[in-house]
């Protein structure tokens, strides 16, 4: 069993193996050997090191793997053996074969006017960084401003090429030993060759120089900014997350599917829905469904907060997926379900005579159930309740209709409806609908509410009451009437709102009111022999007969004048407007 040695390499801690370890040791002393004397040397030694380390977090799939010699030989073969640079400084072009990469997008800030959005993207696209900022300029100046905002997004979400192998990848060149030395050896050139040449490039220099440092000043202030914000997006998306996880654990994982805490509207749920056996179903799939979104938007969070926060991992995330599509799935099988239970009407009619006959007076009313703590109101909302021990549902959805009939006698038609998955299951839903009347001395007492078993669900249970009274009957409806009646038209009742409270004359077309106060007459009449109207001018002239007494009224474009029946003037209201 070889030891394992826990070794720091570019700031990144890893679990080698001896034997490996004293491999990869060896490797890198062999490559400070051939780059001494070199321009540079630390510089490519550390960017080395930094791509070394970069390939091993690639190959290991978390923090505790160990790293073998299998490994190590892999990264030597991607980086190349320092052994041909040892012969001769020409060798250095000679490079072993390598995986070539695509380039990737970073800010070239070495050539950058602003930010190196523009030389970054030169380099990705192949293409003269001068164009794209005139692009840059033209898009601006035609989008009144809009394409500064992608610009300043490209700034913030595009990393700079910090190190050397950023700045060959962003050319998309090989992170190999030669090309890392190369490149530093080019950037020494470049400076040796800047001081050379400075009178030459002095102006051009101070101007970018100038340009660059009051972009970088007013970038890192709108960094600061930015990155102040989306810290507060992270704190925002924690608490929101958070709070929504432990609201749907306690609301829908302990009350749903364990039943841990009792709550009223769980009664309810049972009630309405396929059955208690699947409630804690329901209950699961709707955690996973609306929980695992927030889950995610948690980790968002945290990722937002905590720099270098690892990953979940791809199997979690796809477990996690797979979770949320079967439980979508599920709540919408379980929906289909629910919306079949109330596919079929049904309905069942319960005829019962009625001793009114012609010039009896029937008294209406309609009653409460003291145990329900129910009054007498029309409500379509259905309540849960105990009775005596038993527990009931119960709702006031019921309809009042008063019709004539010529009938000699009186009759009462219950008519209870439901709904079900077939139309039969709702007719016998319908049928186990309890609802009471009472008939005593003329009065008639109509339940204000009906009751059903748990067990039949609630399924818009309804009861109808048609009351017919024969033609010369007479109709006292009490006030708690009101709300139960209050139908239009289509359905024919003859007790109209209003009617509350006063003896109705029932007759073939409707009812006459015994007890109403008569209507005063109109004094103005409604005859057209009391109008005329000259249509030359426009003079209207009318003859009113007011307690007994005639008057005569002109109306034109001068006024309103208004004479008794002895041509005397006793109203004159002059126009304002002028002839």
Not at 157 to 166: G, M, N, S
Not at 270 to 286: F, M, N, R, T
Not at 340 to 365: C, F, M, Q
Not at 508 to 532: I, K, Y
């Amino acid at each position: 069993m070889n030891k394992t040695v826990n070794i720091n390499l570019a700031g990144i801690f890893f679990h080698i193996d001896e034997d490996a370890y004293s491999k990869l040791q060896h490797y890198l002393e062999a490559i400070k050997r051939s780059l001494t004397g070199t321009h540079g040397r630390d510089e490519i030694i550390n960017d080395i090191e930094a791509r070394i380390a970069e390939l091993f977090t690639e190959k290991i799939k978390n923090e505790r793997q160990v790293i073998s010699s299998r490994e190590v030989d892999e990264v030597i073969a991607v980086m190349g053996q320092p052994e041909d640079y040892m012969l001769d400084e020409e060798l250095f072009e000679d490079e072993p074969t390598t995986r070539t990469k695509g380039k990737k997008l970073f800010r070239d800030t070495d050539h950058a006017y602003i930010g190196g959005v523009s030389s970054g993207l030169g380099h990705y696209l192949g293409i003269n960084p001068i164009w794209l900022r005139l692009a840059w300029v033209l898009l601006t100046i035609f989008s009144t401003g809009a394409f500064i905002l992608i610009y300043i997004a490209l700034w913030i979400f595009v990393p700079e090429a910090k190190t050397t192998a950023d700045k060959l990848a962003m050319r998309g060149e090989p992170v190999t030993i030669s090309n890392i030395e190369r490149k530093i050896r080019e950037g020494f050139d470049d400076v040796s060759g800047k001081m050379k040449d400075i009178n030459y490039e002095k102006y051009g220099y101070k101007a970018r120089s100038g340009a660059s440092s009051a972009a970088t000043a007013l970038g890192d202030g709108i960094m600061f900014l930015l990155n102040l914000f989306v810290k507060f997006i992270g704190i925002l998306l924690l608490l929101i997350a958070g709070t929504t996880l432990i609201g749907l654990f306690i609301g829908l994982f302990s009350i749903g599917t364990f039943g841990i805490i009792e709550a009223p509207w769980t009664e309810y749920v049972e009630i309405v829905g396929p059955g208690a056996d699947s409630i804690w179903i329901i209950s699961l799939l709707a955690f996973f469904a609306i929980g695992i979104p927030f889950f995610f938007l948690f980790v968002l969070g945290l990722k937002i907060l905590v720099k270098k926060l690892k990953s979940i991992g791809r199997t979690a995330k796809l477990v996690l997926l797979g979770l949320w599509i079967i439980s979508v799935m599920g709540l919408i099988f379980f929906g289909i379900q629910q919306a079949t239970e109330r596919a079929h009407d049904g309905e069942v009619v319960i005829t019962e005579a009625l001793p009114v006959k012609a010039n009896d007076t029937l008294y209406l009313s309609m009653k409460g159930d003291p145990e329900l703590n129910s009054t007498p109101y029309k409500s379509g909302n259905f309540n849960f309740s105990n009775i005596s021990g038993r527990d009931v549902i119960w709702s006031q959805d019921i309809r009042l209709i008063v019709r004539s009939t010529q009938d000699s006698v009186g009759r009462l038609e219950i008519r209870k409806s439901a709904e079900g998955k077939t139309r039969e299951e709702a007719m016998a839903r319908a049928e186990k609908i309890n609802y009471s009347t009472s008939f005593s001395n003329n009065r008639l007492e109509l339940g204000g509410q009906l009751t059903t078993a748990p067990e039949n669900k609630y399924r818009d249970q309804e009861v109808q009451v048609t009351v017919f009274l024969p033609v010369g009957s007479v109709l006292y409806a009490s006030d708690n009437t009101y709300s139960f009646h209050r139908n239009s038209d289509w359905y024919e009742d003859v007790l109209q709102n209003g009617d509350e409270e006063q003896f109705l004359l029932i007759t073939r077309n409707g009812t006459e009111c015994l007890d109403c106060p008569e209507e005063e007459e109109d004094p103005w009449g409604d005859s057209e022999d009391n109008w005329g109207e000259d249509e030359e001018d426009g003079e209207v002239k009318a003859r009113l007969d007011v307690d007994g007494e005639e008057y005569n009224v002109q109306i034109n474009r001068k006024g309103v004048k208004v004479k008794d029946e002895n041509n005397r003037e006793v109203l004159n209201i002059k126009s304002q407007s002028k002839s």
